[in-house]
């Protein structure tokens, strides 16, 4: 099986469509969704109606997703996300909020377990970037490959034993051979912020037969997204910046 693995959207329809396309030509069997469909950009709605669409869907609720429904308070978040999740609100059709409203914050597959931000207290979306945190991560299962988000930064931790934790950040497309005897937390980056100064989209295929784990970029129309930013007071224009130079 050949699973595209996706996070961190924030209706971003230009990205979100550049990786739908891509993913169409990858031969993907299931599609999942790590969450935060919505948050800082200009087309929550159509993002979530592109998500909805894709086959064989797994999908998990974001802290932003979270947020737009009242399941996270949207004051807990800087200014300008807060701004933004109200806007988001606003806009929502009641549809897709019910969509928002009904997702999990943990799923398995397999060998397989799905979180936006971390297993071990998923509701708190605590980022997994010290050892510490992906101590508890592999402490909360014994499944072997955990997938993530949240920080918008592709990365590979591997724990090769108990006593040892690496952590590798990929750059550019790439494939890696995982050995499964080890255990993983794959963070599968940003579709549509990207944070680790590569502004292209970013998502994850991890094909369970040959065990290898590509990480796709993606260039997209940035300038369509900085123009919706734009037309919206509610947004802040320090967004733009973030997408055209990928912090």
Not at 87 to 100: G, H
Request: aromatic letters at 8%.
């Amino acid at each position: 099986m050949r699973l595209a693995v996706f996070a961190d959207i924030h209706a971003n329809l230009a990205a979100l469509q550049a990786v739908v396309a891509d993913m169409a030509e990858r031969n993907v069997h299931r599609h999942c969704c790590l969450g935060d469909i919505v948050g800082y950009g200009p087309q929550p709605n159509e993002c979530i109606d592109l998500v909805r669409s894709l086959p064989r869907l797994i999908c998990i609720r974001g802290n932003h997703d979270a947020a737009a429904t009242w399941h996270y308070s949207p004051y807990s978040m800087q200014k300008q996300a807060t701004a933004a999740i109200l806007w988001t609100m606003d806009q929502l059709r009641p549809e897709n909020a019910a969509f928002l409203e009904g997702l999990p914050l943990l799923r398995s597959m397999g060998n397989m377990l799905f979180a936006h931000a971390n297993p071990y207290n998923p509701g708190a979306f605590r980022y997994v970037l010290e050892g510490k945190y992906a101590r508890r991560s592999f402490g909360a299962t014994r499944q072997p490959l955990i997938f993530v988000g949240h920080t918008h930064i592709p990365m590979i931790i591997t724990r090769p034993n108990i006593f040892r934790i690496t952590f590798l950040q990929p750059r550019g497309p790439v494939v890696h051979r995982l050995d499964l005897k080890k255990r993983h937390i794959i963070n599968c980056g940003s579709v549509g912020q990207p944070r680790d100064r590569d502004p292209r989209a970013c998502y994850c295929i991890w094909d369970t037969r040959e065990q290898a784990l590509e990480y796709r970029r993606l260039e997209y129309d940035t300038a369509a997204t900085a123009a919706g930013i734009r037309a919206i007071d509610a947004l802040s224009d320090s967004m733009i910046r973030r997408l055209r130079r990928g912090l």
